[in-house]
């Protein structure tokens, strides 16, 4: 077979996929629609959520079934899914559910840099009732649903997560290479050059509280998320700015660590300076140059 024969073929068959892509597609619009339970879960601060209060302002809800920080596969099709959150919004909202406690969640979104929101399935039986919780094992995966104007929710379509899936572009960019998808691996930390993997987290103290929550939501553009008596969490472009009544006006970054004991003992020995005792593995720490920033140890 010449050269010409073999892209003539190959595009035939590019052509062929879409096809039968657009016929999937249409299948499973075909599938009645089933009714589900206003479930509850539990968001990443802690605070009850029902599936209905998911969807916001929108209609329709896309929620992934992630097996939670263990699976280096589910890690990285949600960081694949982080670059596109704020597109998906534009027509659905957008939530990413794993069985991880909300704390865990909370700390290893923080390290990964993800946007969308997170709740806690740990505690209900949504994921079994989806299909992806089977023998007491998760499985990766997309639901999606719609509401009615009644506030009934329908669970609309679903597909499985894996490689090789249209969910994760990385496996068809792999199919590109000579070696192709062989001895892929996938590795966590986003910084692999480093034990210290930089949040989304910052932390600015400020004199007037009142006044600068104002000027940070009014004037600079950011969207505010909680408000507490003495602290507001406002974001903006992906990263999480926790504004704080102080009267030491200084700027915290935040890093999460595996090891906690070992860089602890690291940072001391190149002269930092635990500056406060959150927990047994969450302190803050200024360094002899200036930038003071909060550790805590990524939870299993």
């Known amino acids: 077979m010449t050269t010409t024969e073999v892209q003539e073929q190959i595009h035939a068959l590019e052509l062929e996929l879409l096809e039968k892509k657009k016929e999937l597609a249409a ?12 479930y509850e ?20 809800l896309i929620v992934i079934h992630n097996m939670g920080k263990g699976c280096s596969y589910c890690t990285l099709w949600a960081d694949g899914f982080n670059g596109v959150d704020h597109h998906l919004k534009q027509k659905a909202e957008f939530v990413v559910s794993s069985p991880d406690s909300p704390v865990v ?30 023998d007491g094992h ?48 996938v590795d966590n930390p986003l910084n692999s050059e480093s034990q210290f993997q930089l949040t989304n987290n910052i932390a600015v103290g400020v004199n007037q509280y009142e006044r600068a929550v104002s000027f940070y939501r009014d004037v600079i553009g950011m969207k505010l998320e909680d408000s507490y008596e003495d602290e507001a969490k406002l974001s ?3 990263t999480n700015f ?8 200084n700027v915290f970054f935040e890093f999460g660590v595996k090891s906690f004991e070992e860089t602890i003992t690291l940072l001391r020995e190149n002269d930092c300076v635990v500056t406060e005792e959150i927990t047994e593995k969450s302190v803050m720490i200024k360094d002899p140059y200036g930038l003071r920033f909060h550790l805590f140890e990524i939870e299993s």
């Open 27 to 38: 299948l499973r619009k075909s599938l009645p629609e089933r009714s589900v339970e206003n």
């Open 41 to 60: 879960f539990v968001r990443t601060t802690g605070e009850e959520v029902t599936l209905l209060e998911l969807f916001g302002n929108k209609d329709e």
């Open 105 to 134: 969640q909370e700390d290893f979104a923080a390290s990964r840099k993800w946007q969308f929101p997170m709740v806690s399935v740990s505690e209900s039986t949504f994921a079994e009732d989806m299909g992806f919780k089977k």
């Open 138 to 185: 998760y499985h990766p995966g997309v639901s999606t649903f719609r509401k009615d104007e009644k506030g009934q929710i329908y669970l609309h379509a679903q597909a499985p997560l894996g490689p090789g899936d249209d969910y994760c572009v990385t496996w068809h960019l792999f199919d590109l290479l000579p070696s192709g998808t062989d001895n892929v691996k």
């Open 236 to 238: 903006m472009s992906g």
């Open 242 to 249: 926790y504004i704080e009544e102080n009267d030491e006006t």
